[in-house]
Nanobody, 124 residues
Framework: QVQLVESGGGLVQAGGSLRLSCAAS????????MGWFRQAPGKEREFVAT????????YYADSAKGRFTISRDNAKNTVSLQMNSLKPEDTGVYRC?????????????????WGQGTQVTVSS
């Protein structure tokens, strides 16, 4: 089992920044690809970003490219999402997730463990 706990969400004005963090425990953190997903009210969950086991490769949704940066610290068992130039459409519950060997880095079904989520609200 892997336990994931997110933090760092909140209310921010459009154009502002937030940094989300996810603390992992329970298994060897570096054995897992880590991803961030979000879900807005009335919408399906969508992929935001992912980072591979050693942090050597990252993938982003088109909506996140150039504005968000995912990073991880395997010594501290944490993954972070730095979000800049936030827009109202970035509003939603952000959840981190862990996958051992995903066939697709962007597919939520490939991720085995999920955090409870942290709310991000961007006002216009």
């Amino acid at each position: 089992q892997v336990q994931l706990v997110e933090s760092g969400g909140g209310l921010v004005q459009a154009g502002g920044s937030l940094r989300l963090s996810c603390a992992a425990s329970g298994r060897t953190f570096s054995d897992y690809v880590m991803g961030w997903f979000r879900q807005a009210p009335g919408k399906e969950r969508e992929f935001v970003a992912t980072i591979t086991w050693s942090g050597g490769t990252t993938y982003y949704a088109d909506s996140a490219k150039g504005r968000f940066t995912i990073s991880r610290d395997n010594a501290k068992n944490t993954v972070s999402l730095q979000m800049n130039s936030l827009k109202p459409e970035d509003t939603g519950v952000y959840r981190c997730a862990a996958a051992r060997t995903p066939h697709s880095f962007r597919a939520s079904a490939e991720y085995d463990y999920w955090g409870q989520g942290t709310q991000v609200t961007v006002s216009s």
